[in-house]
């Protein structure tokens, strides 16, 4: 059963890689499902679907027993799978209504470069910073995994230095370059992000990624990290760059709040808010991008608690790199990347969109 549940799985993961789909969910009750293009196709009929092996067998067959008893005691579980031919893929397993489910994204063969991925200039930039938090967000799905590891990529390219990545799991795998480049994955080689980030401040980093901010601890230990001369990457799971900044600090005790907000006024260069809408032909999807540098006037209203007067410091600071959701809307759609329709369900403001394409010329 155990071998016939990595057939099965295995079988799968080459349908996804045949149909250059972007990830593949099985369910204990329903048939597997592709996402082609942003959109999801059955591969068949769950009445098919009996027969094959459960997902537990699946779980047996690819997760090591440290792994199983973590999903065991917390219900879910990342990992990361590699097929014979090289093709790699993100791994969650996750419980719904009783059931197994697994949720598999399929990850590049090679690290993509700033070029081949559409964004903005600017983003390339922040891979050059010394210091400071830098801040990527977004919902799962859009893009922030693989615009950090552009990032790393450049920066190993570039720089001699050390990086060492925290990951939950590793996804690109990256050679050392100029660089040398430690990738760390929890639970197989620490036990959680924030006793990862602590004890990366021993092993001489210059650069660290931490894959995801996901409780108080590891935020505590990202913002040490930024402020003690290195630069880290990490991620948010929040829809806009002045929502990422609220939460961050929001997850701060009441009493704590007025001190964090001088420490992340001081640490934080930059968040940048990521999300991949359709292709107007229908046949890809493009990265649109919200970006927010943290300048001096920035930085005072963070340091003061006015999170509603960044957003217009965002819209007038185009000179620093600066640009709005909208604004970003509004340039998809003027360069024939994104249908308008489409583009206002994305839009925080459908008036202000409206002023950015009349400012633009766009009809």
């Not at 893929?89 to 697994?102: K, T």
């Not at 990290?225 to 799971?237: K, P, R």
Request: one cysteine or more; proline letters at 4%; charged letters at 20%.
């Amino acid at each position: 059963m155990t071998q016939d549940g990595r057939h099965y799985f295995e079988w799968a993961l080459r349908e996804c890689v045949t149909r250059e789909a972007s990830d593949v969910h099985l369910s204990s009750r329903a048939a597997p499902a592709l996402r082609l293009h942003g959109k999801i196709h059955f591969l068949m009929n769950g009445a098919e679907t009996p027969g094959w092996p459960s997902l537990e067998a699946v779980a047996q067959a690819i997760l090591t027993t440290p792994q199983q008893d973590a999903f065991e005691r917390e219900q879910s579980l990342d990992t990361a799978y590699t097929l014979p031919a090289g093709e790699r893929f993100r791994v969650h397993f996750y419980r719904e209504r009783g059931n197994m489910a697994i949720a598999i994204r399929q990850i590049e063969r090679r690290i993509p470069e700033f070029e081949t991925l559409g964004l903005p200039s600017e983003i390339k930039t922040l891979a050059d910073l010394r210091d400071g938090l830098v801040l990527m967000t977004g919902p799962t799905g859009s893009g922030k995994t693989t615009t950090l590891a552009a990032q790393i990529h450049h920066i190993n390219q570039t720089r001699a230095c050390h990086i060492i990545t925290i990951e939950d799991p590793v996804e690109y795998v990256h050679q050392n370059i100029q660089s040398l480049v430690r990738q760390r994955e929890i639970h197989n080689d620490v036990p959680d992000f924030a006793q990862a980030v602590r004890a990366a401040l021993r092993e001489d980093p210059d650069v660290l990624l931490i894959g995801e901010m996901r409780d108080l601890p590891t935020m505590r230990a990202a913002i040490t990290a930024a402020e003690t001369g290195h630069l880290v990457f990490s991620t948010l799971h929040t829809g806009s760059a002045v929502g990422a900044i609220d939460r961050l600090i929001g997850a701060f005790p009441g009493g704590e709040q007025d001190l964090i907000r001088q420490q992340v006024s001081m640490a934080l260069r930059a968040v940048v808010a990521q999300r991949l809408l359709p292709h107007r032909a229908g046949t890809r999807r493009v990265a649109i991008i919200e970006i927010l540098k943290v300048t001096p006037a920035v930085a005072h209203l963070i340091r003061t608690g006015r999170p509603q007067q960044i957003y217009a410091a965002m819209e007038a600071g185009t000179a620093h790199g600066m640009q709005t959701m909208e604004q970003a809307l509004a340039r998809g759609i003027q360069q024939g990347h994104l249908d308008t329709t489409e583009a206002r369900k994305w839009a925080q403001d459908g008036a202000m969109l409206d002023a950015q394409l009349q400012h633009l010329k766009v009809r």
